[in-house]
């Protein structure tokens, strides 16, 4: 089972600014499987990236994806209050899915 | 458009069973597959299994092995899941979700329901 592990767990910004967050897996895994997803509290994720680096429908372009082998990056560019949430990678690659921790996106 | 329906939040006892549904709608039932998908009280998103509708086994976490069914009921459109020997760690917020049609069957997870609170304590 391939493990995903995302850093840092929490990132403080303010609006306007630039995250970028990490997603290392304990093996190369196909970049084609690789998919981002946004939670806020109280809602069910939403998928953000999938395919490492390509946005899913209605998603603005301030997200990026990108990475492969066992090194991702989800960068989101000038932040919104919106944006401020917790961010989970996910491998789908192969018959066990597995999610990373999450980094908590929070406003400074 | 899809809908995934998730039954009401469900109070256990350690040791009992817990039966959550997921009625899907708004696209052909058998041509995706849905995950299982649990989040303990402030913790991270945990993947559980997945079952094809159309038939077939489904194929659970290791950690879930031999606690967990899923079934389908394609005459209702509905996805079970079930835990069984219940544990105060159990106690999460259990969402379905379906995935967005791959050949391969490797997709991402585009639509998710509700979400079902399972509360397990004595």
């Known amino acids: 089972e391939i493990v995903l592990t995302q850093s840092p767990d929490t990132l403080p910004l303010s609006p306007g600014e630039t995250a970028t967050l990490s997603c290392r897996a304990s093996q190369s895994v196909y970049s084609a499987y690789l998919a981002w997803y946004q939670q806020k509290p109280g809602q069910a994720p939403r998928l953000l990236i999938y395919?490492?680096?390509s946005r899913a429908t209605g998603i603005p372009d301030r997200f990026s994806g990108s990475g492969s082998g066992t090194d991702f990056t989800l960068t989101i560019s000038r932040l919104e209050p919106e944006d401020f949430a917790v961010y989970y990678c996910q491998h789908y690659g192969s018959s066990l899915r597995t999610f990373g921790q999450g980094t908590k996106l929070q406003i400074k | 458009q899809v809908h995934l329906v998730q039954s009401g939040a469900e109070m256990k006892k350690p040791g009992a069973s817990v039966k959550v549904s997921c009625k899907a709608s708004g696209y052909t039932f058998t041509s995706f597959l849905i995950h299982w998908v649990r989040q303990a009280p402030g913790q991270g998103l945990e993947w559980m299994g997945i079952i094809n509708p159309s038939g077939g086994s489904p194929t659970f976490a290791q950690k879930f092995q031999g606690r967990v069914t899923m079934t389908t009921d394609t005459s209702t459109s509905i996805v079970y899941v079930e835990l069984s020997s219940l544990r105060s760690d159990d106690t999460a917020m259990y969402y379905c979700?379906?995935?967005?049609?791959?050949?391969?069957?490797?997709?991402?997870?585009?639509?998710w329901g509700q979400g079902t609170l399972v509360t397990v304590s004595s």
């Open positions: 395919g490492a680096s």
């Open positions: 979700a379906r995935d967005w049609g791959c050949t391969n069957g490797f997709c991402p997870l585009e639509y």
